[in-house]
């Protein structure tokens, strides 16, 4: 068993890796072309999210030398991983995902965020045997993969009133990259049991809907409309769930 969960533990230690590899490399080609071509500030839209991009891989390179040295020993002998400072640096640099800049490659993207749910699999594979439900540990793992596919990306936008409507949605995005991360954290902690916390579900509601109206007419996000429904409905079905569970 030892063993098994030594094995475990180093695999997702690779799949943060590739994710911060991957997603990495992705955001570093974006910048350096879209800079390289444009500048750093062809439009003020342009201008904050590569700038807020930037700032986001250099907190994250700065994350995984200071913060994730524990991490780095993870990924070749047995010894443990701090989750929760790799954790983090997931949502530091998951910051730079939501950021729509010249040149992305949404395709690799998603490769990138599909090591992260790898390793959230995985995670709530290696908790499970020890989880007081383990119908509760895996159901809040489906509700917490939607959620964060819920998290709308900053887009540029040509309305009359775009200025506002790009600080809405960057404030919505950034609220939400920081409820996912807590959630995560609390996942590979060991406290995943229960995702279905209502103050991220009521800004993840409120905050999509608000984006999502503010564009309709110019453009229907259908990824995020999607994913949030789902979200609300797995939260709301969930809730009931979990609750006559809890009588029994």
Known sequence: MTTIKKNFGRLISWMFLLYFMILFG???????????????????FD??????????????????SVRCRSFWKSL???????????????????VSGMLHTEFT????QFVSYGMLIIAMILRAAELSGSAKSRFSMWYSLGYLTAFSMAIPVVYHSEM???????????????LLVLFFTLMLRRLFLGKGENLLL?????????????????????????????????????FLIGKVILKVRGRQ
């Open 105 to 108: 490659i949404p395709a690799i």
């Open 198 to 234: 209502w103050v991220p579900f009521i800004f993840m509601a409120v905050g999509d809907a608000v984006v999502l109206w503010m564009r309709w007419t110019e453009e229907i996000n259908s990824f995020v409309l999607i994913f949030a429904c789902l979200s609300a409905v797995l």
């Open 76 to 94: 070749f002998s047995s010894a443990e991983a701090d989750y929760c400072p790799m954790t983090v640096t997931s949502g530091v640099i998951l």
């Open 47 to 64: 201008g904050f999210v590569n700038l807020t991009a930037i700032l986001s891989l250099c907190a994250t390179v700065i994350m995984l």
């Open 160 to 174: 009359a009133n775009a200025t506002q409507f790009h600080i809405i949605e960057s404030i919505v995005m950034l």
């Open 26 to 44: 992705e955001r570093a080609q974006s910048l350096i072309r879209s800079i390289t071509q444009y500048g750093l500030f062809p439009s003020a």
